[in-house]
């Protein structure tokens, strides 16, 4: 299955992350293995704690007029019959 969304902020940047964590079959310990952070790092990102980067990054975005999106996961066409 293919997702698709647009990330207006750090909650729903947080939610696709989770879901593409997910999908890629890792866990939170996992994937903070792989970055070298903390698994309660990769737990503040999914919840979607706001930081100063983020913050600012949106800020900025918005006043662009710019719109962020998100895809991940496999198109159905190509899963295996």
Do not use: N
């Amino acid at each position: 299955m293919r997702y698709h969304g647009v990330i207006r902020d750090a909650e729903t940047l947080g939610q696709m992350l989770a879901q593409a964590r997910y999908t890629a079959g890792m866990s939170q310990r996992e994937m903070a293995a792989q970055l070298g952070v903390s698994q309660r790092y990769i737990w503040q990102m999914e919840s979607g704690v706001p930081t100063m980067f983020t913050t600012r990054l949106f800020q900025a975005m918005k006043s662009c007029g710019m719109t962020l999106t998100a895809e991940f996961g496999k198109d159905d066409d190509d899963a295996p019959a």
